[in-house]
C-alpha cells in the first residue's frame, strides 16, 4: 500500500488537468485499500461540462462504482485536493468510502470540519476523515489559479 502523500500527489497532477482547461483545479480519486489500486480518478469539469455535478469527487466516484461493479464502495478511500463540499460529502456517504483524504482546508464550502462536519452527524455512515495532506501544495494551487484568474478578468483577457 503506498501512502496517502502518493494518492494525494495523483489527485494534485490530475487538478492541474483541471487548471488547464481553466477549471478550478481539483483532482480525485478513489482507491481499493485490500489492494492500493487506483479504481477511480476525476478533476472537475462544471465549467467544460456546464455541470453543477461535475465536481472531481461525483467524477471519481462514479468510475470506481462502475469499474467495481456497485454502488458500495466499501473498502475503498478517496483522496481530492480540496475539503469536499456538502453535495460530495454526501456522496461519499452514500457509497460507503471508508476513509476521506483531503489536502486545502476550504472555509467557503468545506463539509468535514471547516463550515460543518456532515460526517459527524448522525447518518448511517461515518467515513474517517484526515485532512492536510500536502496541504501546502494544494492550498497553493488554487491561490496560483484565483490570482491569475482575477489577473485575466482584470486585464479583458
Known sequence: MMSDEYYMSRAIELAKKAALLWEVPVGAVVVKKA???IVG????????EKDPLAHAELI??????RKLGGWRLT???????LEPCPM???AMINSRIERVVFGAYDGKAGSCGSVIDLFGLPYN?????VGGVLEEECSAMLTDF???LRSRRESGS
Open 88 to 90: 460530495c460529502c454526501g
Open 41 to 48: 480518478e476525476g478533476y472537475n469539469l462544471r465549467e467544460s
Open 125 to 129: 455512515h461515518k467515513p474517517l476523515t
Open 35 to 37: 489492494t492500493g489500486e
Open 60 to 65: 471519481a466516484i462514479r468510475e470506481a462504482s
Open 75 to 81: 473498502d475503498c478511500e478517496l483522496f481530492v485536493t
Open 146 to 148: 484565483f490570482r491569475e
